[in-house]
């Protein structure tokens, strides 16, 4: 079981720093410069990872986004609307193949849908 290290000066969070030179892992504040030798080499990492279509619900309005390109050859599989805005992007395995991306440009729908 993980566990957070706390700094005993000011009790800010404690992170995980390597010293090069001697190969040693030590925990160090990065409000103060109060640090502490590591009982254990094990540093555990907690990564959050989200599917590209999760990654484009932050953003409400992609039609609205001037970068992204658009295409009128497209028909919106859900109101027929024939603009939209597109890109493209990989999930983290190497063995998955690049997805495109769709996103109606109808105010009133906004529909996302990819090509599949």
Known sequence: MATFRYC?????LLYPREQRSTRTLFFAC?????SEVAKSNCVYVHEI???PSEQT??????SAD????????????KCGYNEA?????QSRSADSRMTLYYVCCNKECSHRWTSA
């Open 66 to 77: 001037p970068t992204l390109p658009r295409t009128t050859d497209l028909q919106c599989p």
């Open 8 to 12: 005993s000066e000011c009790n800010n």
């Open 30 to 34: 990065r409000n103060c410069d109060h």
């Open 49 to 51: 990872k989200h599917a």
């Open 85 to 89: 805005v597109f890109f493209q992007t």
């Open 57 to 62: 619900m932050v953003i409400t309005d992609l």
